[in-house]
């Protein structure tokens, strides 16, 4: 028994040395992802792009519906007349076939809006979708650096949330917060043209003393 023990200790008294040393090489650090998203120059460039496609599309679509509306208009007066008691049975069968011609128009535009419609909600989706993951993909190559160079084993999104709606990161004590960080780095490739959403200065606070 006591040769088993002597044999054992030792091997568990190594095991635990080991985890630990492990344990303590681990360096963690977290980050704010939805904060770098958000005041990335980038994200505020494509933003911008993204709502000047919605806003032409949508100049699209009411000029489409403006048109619509005229030839119901249109078919309403001919339709009208074609009804009129005191022109000849002739004109009045001419004015019903335009009415039909006018109304065969009507469905065409309508499935002209729907299909237009359509394909801009598709296409805005489109590159919503590829605009944000172009941009992670940047963030996401800024992290990797800053990790492999201050030797973090692990970067962890502090905004994170679960299905539930609740934080993943239940606490830290900010230590190791990269967020200003990899937001000063890749803010600062912006144009001259363009302010550094990370760089911008507080608001003096009402009764605040200037400093």
Known sequence: MKTILKTILPAIAMTAWLAGSASAQT?????????VFDLYWKTTQATAALKESAADMEKEDKKL???YNKLKESYQKILSSANDAAIAPEEKEKRKKAAETKLLEIKDSEQQITLFERQARSTLDTKKLRMREDVLKEIRAAIDGKAKSAGYSLVLDAAAESLNNTPILMFTNGENDITETILSQLNATAPVELPKPAEKKDEKKPGEKKK
């Open 65 to 67: 519906l403006e048109e």
């Open 27 to 35: 360096k963690i650090a977290t980050i704010d992802l939805r904060k």
